[in-house]
């Protein structure tokens, strides 16, 4: 891949009743290149809409992938990959970190009703995850709009150590940071709520 293909990272933090989403554009040479800041409801079913927010704010044509720290943001807030592919028009990668057998009986413990039926349709319509490894570690990946074989290679091309994409790294990283100023000012403006 070349040095300065872009990708899009997504990740999150929370401490409340809202998440801080942050957005970090980062090349495959490392080099950071833009933030945006947006937010989505703890428990909510806004993560998407909230991803789609960071691509619009940031209205960068030059990046190429979206990669999201995991697909259950902001506790079982499930983003819809399809949604952020269609809405983006860029092959939208989640990955993860630990391996699992799913997350149908955690949101069977704590949804009950619509809020649990939204939610696992949302999660069964997501494509399967696959095993990649990286550098000795071993991560997690669904993907809409790539083969497995690309989207293993877009995330090995990001990973320059420890098994976290660069762009997830960094984005973790802004998004801690913005929330621990959401929390100390909430009039400061890191996003919508």
Request: net charge negative; proline share 5%; with cysteine.
């Amino acid at each position: 891949m070349k040095p300065g293909t872009r990708a899009l990272g997504v990740a999150e933090s929370y401490r409340g009743d809202r998440s801080t989403l942050a957005g970090a554009v980062v090349r495959a040479s490392r080099v950071v290149d833009g933030f945006a800041f947006s937010s989505c409801t703890v428990g909510g079913s806004d993560a998407t809409a909230g991803t789609v927010d960071l691509w619009e704010r940031l209205d960068r044509e030059d990046v190429r992938y979206v990669l999201v720290a995991g697909v259950a943001l902001a506790w079982y807030n499930v983003v819809d990959l399809e949604r952020v592919h269609a809405a983006t028009e860029r092959p939208a990668l989640a990955v993860t970190f630990e391996d699992s057998d799913g997350l149908e009986p955690s949101l069977r413990e704590a949804f009950d009703g619509d809020a649990l039926d939204r939610r696992l349709a949302a999660y069964e319509a997501l494509p399967p995850r696959r095993q990649v490894e990286v550098d000795g570690d071993t991560v997690f990946v669904r993907s809409v709009g790539v083969d497995d074989d690309e989207a293993a290679r877009v995330v090995r091309a990001f990973t320059p150590a420890g098994g976290r994409p660069e762009p997830l790294r960094v984005a973790r990283l802004a998004a801690r940071a913005g929330d621990d100023l959401r929390r100390r000012d909430p009039g400061d403006g890191v996003g919508p709520g």
